[in-house]
């Protein structure tokens, strides 16, 4: 089965047809997704969907760009008393962010530095957000002892030196829709090299769209193009690209060690 380890599905840009994209992700061999919920807003409504269906996941943490409208204590609180709940497997997305210029660097690395305590203190992997911003990320991830607890790097679009760093602290390089583009040669060669036990897919749906849809609305059920790509690149086939990411994600997000739901059975 596939399994997207990265989407927004509560994002408004679903609000005229959330259940018809998610049951084509269904038709379309999508096992597992595990649904972001960044802030605020779309924390309740990821921890909604997640709850209304059994094939969905739910991460909840506090985006870098929203950093300057966190209350820090309060909602670290909010989201530390969530991640007990059934369906919750990972804290994120967080991270850093210096391509949009909405929240200051040092209040960014100190929200994702308490971010990744908080995951420490409960033993809970983390998905990283990373723009323009591998440097810092990398050392702050080294500097807060990431590397106990690991977790993703979510569509990955940095060097080979720098995922290998990322590796080396027990993290998972995630590729979404930019690796299926003609022109993406580091992206890449980078796949190329990842072990092949520490590699994972997802679309980041609405965005980042794969070829063909490159420009359109990207859904869950487009992560079978990202696969496609995964196997070309590696020489492996479509089964087992499908079988290696979805066992990969259900390793890094514990899945064996979530209780059984009881929704839509």
């Known amino acids: 089965m596939l399994f997207d380890t990265h989407a927004h599905l509560d994002s408004p840009k679903f609000d005229e047809d959330r259940e018809e994209t998610i049951a084509r ?34 991460a909840v943490g506090w985006h870098p760009t929203d950093a300057a409208d966190m209350r820090l204590e309060e909602d670290l609180a909010w989201i530390e008393s969530l991640c007990s709940h059934p369906k919750v497997v990972a804290i994120g997305e967080i991270g850093l962010d210096y391509y949009w210029d909405t929240s200051p660097k040092d209040v960014q690395q100190l929200v994702f530095r308490e971010q990744i305590r908080l995951a420490k203190r409960i033993g809970m992997p983390i998905v990283i957000h990373n723009r323009d911003a591998h440097e810092d990320v990398i050392r702050i991830l080294r500097e807060e ?7 993703i790097m979510h569509c990955y679009s940095g060097s080979w030196e720098t995922a290998k760093q990322c590796l080396d602290m027990n993290f998972y390089i995630s590729f979404g829709g930019p ?26 749906a609405p965005y980042l769209t794969p070829h063909p849809y490159r420009g359109k609305r990207n859904e869950s059920s487009y992560v079978q193009f990202v696969a496609d790509s995964a196997a070309e690149i590696t020489g492996l086939s479509r089964e087992k690209i ?18 059984p739901t009881n929704a839509e059975k």
């Not at 002892?145 to 977790?151: D, K, L, Q, S, W």
């Not at 499908?242 to 209780?259: P, Q, S, W």
């Open 242 to 259: 499908e079988e290696i990411t979805d066992r990969n994600a259900r390793v890094c997000f514990r899945l064996e060690e979530k209780a």
């Open 25 to 58: 992700a269904k038709e379309a061999g999508v096992g597992n997704i595990v649904n972001i919920g960044f802030n605020r807003e779309t924390i309740p409504t990821t921890i909604a969907l997640a709850e209304k269906h059994d094939f969905i996941y739910a």
């Open 145 to 151: 002892g990431a590397a106990e607890i690991g977790g």
């Open 179 to 204: 690796v299926t583009f003609k022109n993406a040669r580091v992206p890449k060669e980078v796949l190329a090299r990842v072990p092949l036990d520490r590699l994972l897919i997802e679309t980041d």
